[in-house]
């Protein structure tokens, strides 16, 4: 079985049918991660580089774990210490990388589109490991499978999703995802941090946190992204972590039985308190656990087992 497509670039363009496919196949290749030995010879001889343009803990490492637990070759390029600190442009990177016969190539990058622009031009697959402000697919497929394992279905859950929504590849992601599934979503934050047109996404926005967190079977809060705002959309962390930051007396305005997400990397006293994220409700780490089945997944649908014919 493989998904019909050379790339994963994008939520939005992905179809039920495939989101389907994805997170049934990451459920299979999760018990390989629990098993003594972590590896299956599906991807040998297939080779995977993950090109980071932007710091990354999570998607990085899992993405390597993904690609050494099918047996593939994982070359990890850092922006630190490759050529682009002398100049080189990113497409000359990216051909230059390509004529060493990778079969992907995982790219993040601070700029929206551009593994799109790479996937145009390379033969090999790619796939988005966050591009800008603009998407990260994989970590919104393991947030699909997270609450999926939880809860066993998507359709009428209301999701709650909390912060700098302007700034956040996550949401937009995971907005496109679960409403696709046909959860509904509520996204919330302080007027600076919701971008104009977001509710043509088809989710409901407030700036008022506990409108949203009510009722909520999945509250999902988001780091406020400094590094991409040119001014401070906050007047002071601490008045930011009063209103919008999960406390346990926000939380306790959700369902009995909702768990509390963070795609990380957290602030701990900013967006949540320590109490909340290391609570009983919080599912953090089973994200990061997920995150690693999911990404064999999207391997092993766009490069497949190595056949003779390959
Ligand atoms: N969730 C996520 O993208 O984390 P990293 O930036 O550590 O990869």
Do not use: W
């Not at 210490?81 to 000359?92: M, N, Y």
């Not at 796939?127 to 998407?135: I, K, L, Q, R, S």
């Not at 302080?190 to 946190?209: A, I, K, Q």
């Amino acid at each position: 079985m493989r998904l019909d497509r050379k790339d994963l670039l994008t939520i939005k363009d992905l179809s039920l049918d495939e989101i389907g496919l994805i997170l049934d196949t990451a459920a299979s290749f999760k018990e390989v991660s629990e098993k003594d030995i972590k590896k299956v010879p599906t991807l040998r001889g297939r080779t995977i580089i993950n090109l980071f343009y932007e710091p990354s803990t999570r998607t990085r490492t899992s993405f390597e774990i993904a690609a050494k637990r099918m047996s593939s070759d994982a070359i990890n390029i850092s922006l630190a210490a490759s050529s682009v600190k002398k100049g080189e442009t990113l497409s000359d990177t990216a051909r230059n990388l390509e004529a060493m016969r990778p079969d992907c190539i995982v790219v993040r990058h601070g700029s929206a589109g551009t593994p799109q622009m790479l996937a145009r031009h390379l033969s090999c697959s790619v796939v988005n490991a966050g591009d800008g402000a603009h998407e990260h697919p994989t970590q919104a497929l393991l947030d699909l499978f997270t609450v999926k394992e939880h809860k066993k279905h998507i359709k009428d859950l209301k999701i709650a999703i909390i912060g700098d929504i302007t700034h956040s590849r996550v949401a937009r992601s995971n907005i496109y995802a679960f409403t696709k599934l046909g959860a509904r979503v509520t996204a919330a934050g302080p007027r600076t941090m919701l971008p104009p047109g977001l509710s043509s996404l088809g989710c409901e926005v407030t700036t008022d946190p506990r409108e949203a967190i009510k009722n909520a079977d999945v509250v999902m809060m988001l780091r406020i992204q400094s590094e991409r705002q040119n001014n401070s959309a906050i007047p002071s962390a601490r008045e930011y972590a009063r209103v919008y930051g999960l406390d346990k007396e926000k939380l306790s305005l959700a369902a009995k039985d909702a768990i509390v997400m963070h795609p990380g990397p957290i602030n701990r006293g900013v967006e949540i308190t320590p109490e909340v994220a290391d609570g009983t409700k919080s599912l953090i780490l089973e994200q990061v656990t997920n995150g690693v089945a999911v990404r064999m997944a999207v391997f092993y649908l766009l490069l497949g087992p190595v056949r003779e014919e390959d």
